[in-house]
């Protein structure tokens, strides 16, 4: 069975009582949720003014993401289509209105008026034909048209995702361009498998300077894997048992791990995203020997 | 739902040209404290649609807006920006629902939150 709920049942079936209520007592879950929603408004890149905003959560669920959007001080309309998450969200008292909605229908909102929107883990779902009116192209298509015209011009859309494969990717973000946002895909921490998260950021109007796509965290060019020509390959020597025929190369390091070693693994390690002690003089130093 | 979210939603029927405003039918009103922020008084103030949201506030039983749309100067005095806040954002529609105004489809509100869901036909 997969792990993948969209997989398992459509939204408003799957996240029943049972499983609303186990999304938001998990506190694995929460501090997850509030991570990407963290991070989600951070791409959103609202103007630091001090003037609380106007946001859309879609997929708002039983109200996670809206709690940081809270905390930010910011005003929130949550979207969601599983009436038990919803009541969740009730319970957890949330200071966000709530509406009982399919965002593949399209949003019924006024043009023009919300100055941003997040989702966390939800557009996916709409990949999806759960029911037989479902047609998956044309759901993508109403949602972001929809989403298009509500937002003010020069608003963000930041949609965290988890896109199944390649051309479910492509998919989400060829309709969105053909709504007409700009931008493109963040990939956080790409080469660890995973802490690795994506967010497709979108702006409403034409591509320009301030629509450039925002750097994505753990991805510093030159960290890992370029720089393997110098350091530690100093006490290489090729050892030639047979005479005619060179063997591989054979490492002979009696050192053990060289100084450049393990700052080329810390470096790995730090593009992961894992938290790794900073370095210093006596980084990868011989501890003294005591007797 | 908040008078806030209401000025925002419209109906989404498939073939209704203008969906807004939702008329309000109103069976319990709660008021929940919320803080007050001048701020995003003034930024949501051109935004909102005024006589819409002077209409829902009557019928949910708060008539202290003005019905035509207010000069902006308002926005300095403090009195205005309170009752504006008190009908925006403290009003909750907990049981009721939302009218589609052409084609007449009801929208129940219950527990504060409306079901925007449509039925196949209406997509």
């Avoid at chain 1, 989600?40 to 669920?61: M, Q, V």
């Avoid at chain 1, 990939?187 to 796509?213: F, M, N």
């Avoid at chain 2, 739902?1 to 209401?6: A, C, G, Y």
């Avoid at chain 2, 019928?59 to 035509?68: F, K, S, T």
Wanted: charged letters at 30%; hydrophobic letters at 35%.
């Amino acid at each position: 069975m997969s792990s993948r709920p969209e997989l398992q049942a459509p939204p408003e079936i799957f996240y029943d009582d049972v499983e609303a209520r186990k999304y938001t007592s998990s506190s694995r879950i929460v501090g997850i949720q509030a991570e990407l929603s963290e991070r989600a408004l951070e791409l959103l890149a609202l103007p630091d003014d001090g003037i609380p905003r106007l946001l859309l959560d879609i997929g708002c669920g039983s109200g996670l993401s809206g709690e940081t959007i809270s905390e930010n001080g910011h005003q929130w309309i949550g979207l969601d289509i599983s009436r038990s998450m919803l009541d969740v969200a009730l319970e957890r008292e949330t200071d966000g209105d709530l509406i009982l909605g399919d965002m593949g229908q399209g949003l019924g909102l006024r043009p023009g008026l919300i100055d941003g929107a997040i989702s966390i883990s939800a557009v996916q779902w709409l990949c999806n034909a759960d029911k037989s009116c479902h047609e998956p192209r044309l759901r993508l298509k109403a949602f972001f048209g929809s989403l298009y015209r509500c937002l003010g011009r020069g608003a963000r859309a930041v949609f965290q995702l988890y896109p199944e494969n390649n051309a479910q990717r492509e998919l989400i973000l060829s309709f969105a361009m053909r709504a007409g946002f700009a931008g493109g895909v963040v990939i956080d921490y790409p080469h660890s498998s995973k802490k690795r998260k994506e967010y497709l950021v979108l702006t409403c109007g034409p591509p320009s300077l301030s629509t450039a796509t925002p750097r994505a965290k753990g991805e510093d060019g030159s960290s890992c894997s370029d720089d393997e020509s110098s350091g530690d390959e100093e006490n290489q020597t090729v050892c030639i048992s047979d005479r005619h025929r060179p063997r591989k190369k054979q490492k002979l390091t009696k050192k053990g791990k060289t100084r450049a070693w393990v700052l080329k693994k810390k470096e790995k390690m730090r593009s992961k995203g894992n938290v790794v002690p900073p370095d210093s003089k006596y980084t990868a130093r011989k501890r003294k020997a005591h007797f | 739902m908040r008078l806030l979210t209401h000025n925002m939603l419209s109906s989404n029927i498939k073939g209704v040209i203008n969906g807004f405003p939702l008329r309000i039918e109103a069976e319990r009103v709660v008021e929940k404290q919320v803080d007050f922020n001048p701020d995003f008084l003034k930024n949501m103030f051109s935004k909102i649609d005024w006589k819409a949201l002077a209409d829902a506030s009557k019928i949910m039983g708060y008539p202290e807006l003005p019905d035509e749309l207010p000069d902006s100067s308002l926005l300095d005095s403090d009195e205005f920006l309170h009752k504006f806040h008190h009908a925006l954002l403290e009003l909750h529609l907990e049981e009721g629902a939302l009218v589609c105004p052409e084609t007449g489809r009801r929208f129940p509100v219950n527990k504060g939150i409306p079901n925007m869901l449509l039925h196949e036909d209406e997509v």
